[in-house]
């Protein structure tokens, strides 16, 4: 029984600690939402009386292959036109264990981005723009659905919070070779690389897990955020005009969208390491659950297998974990559609993705 409830409590933490950050690989624009899967210690360790869990997630990716549909085009990285994004996201989350089956976390994300392009700078010169600041904080209840002193070999937590908009939305660098003469023009940043969504997100989750023996078991979680609001009101045009164009289609103007995870994987215990392999699905989607779902977006998603392995000490646990891409999908949007009726022709945008993300962090039990 000792076993069982250490191999118990390490897919816990693996669970709580190695899921933070929903943000997808590339212009795909997933914002950080800090820890998704904030599973506690299992509620039979020595929490059940009340403790804090503090975690430091990093995530680090390079987007720059682009996609229409799951047709990667190739093109574009031949002929240097391809747009690179560089995303760095550092979440703070700490968590409170009010007893063996309820707790409160909270979670802060600091964000630094960079974006070159050609497009975006008049189109014969590769030039950046950056953000930089704290992006969208979220609260979140959770609590285990079933009673923890029956049900020895599993558990499933819900999770119930919002996601608020704290992230500056509006954030704004300079364009080069835009303005008049080709000087340069102060506007807001792409959408992928803006600090927050500008709106209130409502996060539903699910985690849950299964243990076969002492040292092997199985995860998953479920995550959906609903953003009610469909525009943020900032243009799109990057401090110029609006073309003709987005504004018969709407993309003129950001939207705030919805997005969702599913992981599901198993787990090893050796010693004090536990090894995991699964696989990762993240989308933005076309059309929000909520309220409408016009406005501009690069809505698409991204299936991914995810090595992980955690090294966990008593009140100290370490850990990686890299999703690898395998699937890379840019759907139609909202505007891409209202474009093909008006025009007769089939539109579809393209998006950037990265091939992997790279997650490090660290925890403690306070």
Not at 34 to 49: F, I, N
Not at 260 to 277: D, L, P, T
Not at 313 to 324: D, G, N
Request: net charge positive.
């Amino acid at each position: 029984m000792k076993f069982t409830y250490k191999f118990l409590i390490s897919i816990a933490i693996y669970l709580l600690f190695n899921n933070t950050t929903v943000n997808a690989q590339g212009c795909v624009a997933i914002r950080s939402t800090g820890g998704l899967c904030a599973m506690d210690e299992h509620p039979d360790s020595t929490t059940s009386g009340g403790a804090w869990l503090f975690n430091a997630n990093s995530r680090y990716y390079r987007s720059y292959k682009h996609f229409v549909g799951k047709e990667e085009q190739k093109q574009r990285i031949a002929l240097g036109t391809n747009v690179i994004n560089h995303s760095f996201a550092q979440d703070f989350t700490l968590t409170r264990i009010f007893n063996n089956r309820w707790s409160f976390a909270v979670d802060v994300p600091v964000l630094n981005n960079t974006r070159s392009s050609l497009y975006e700078h008049g189109g014969k010169e590769r030039h950046e723009t950056k953000s930089f600041g704290i992006g969208d904080v979220s609260v979140k209840v959770y609590a285990w659905l079933l009673n923890p002193e029956k049900a020895r070999k599993g558990n499933i937590q819900a999770g119930l919070g919002l996601k608020l908009p704290t992230g500056s939305y509006n954030y704004q660098d300079y364009f080069q070779n835009t303005g008049p003469g080709g000087t340069k023009l102060l506007g807001p940043v792409d959408q992928s690389i803006q600090l927050g969504d500008g709106g209130t997100g409502i996060i539903t989750e699910l985690n849950g897990y299964y243990n076969f023996t002492h040292n092997f078991g199985l995860y998953g979680t479920f995550y959906y955020m609903m953003n009610p609001r469909e525009q943020n009101g900032v243009s799109s045009a990057r401090g110029g005009v609006p073309s003709a164009k987005s504004i018969a289609n709407g993309s003129d103007v950001m939207s705030v969208p919805d997005q969702f995870m599913i992981r599901v994987g198993a787990n090893y215990g050796v010693g004090k390491f536990n090894f995991s392999a699964g696989v990762r699905e993240e989308c933005l989607p076309a059309k929000d659950l909520i309220g409408g779902s016009n406005g501009f977006r690069r809505p698409g998603y991204i299936i991914s297998a995810e090595p992980g392995v955690t090294y966990r000490l008593k009140r100290f646990s370490v850990y990686t974990y890299v999703p690898i891409a395998m699937v890379r999908d840019r759907i139609q949007s909202t505007p891409d559609k209202i474009s093909t009726q008006l025009t007769g022709v089939y539109t579809q945008g393209d998006a950037a993705f990265a091939d992997y993300a790279v997650n490090v962090g660290v925890s403690f039990k306070l």
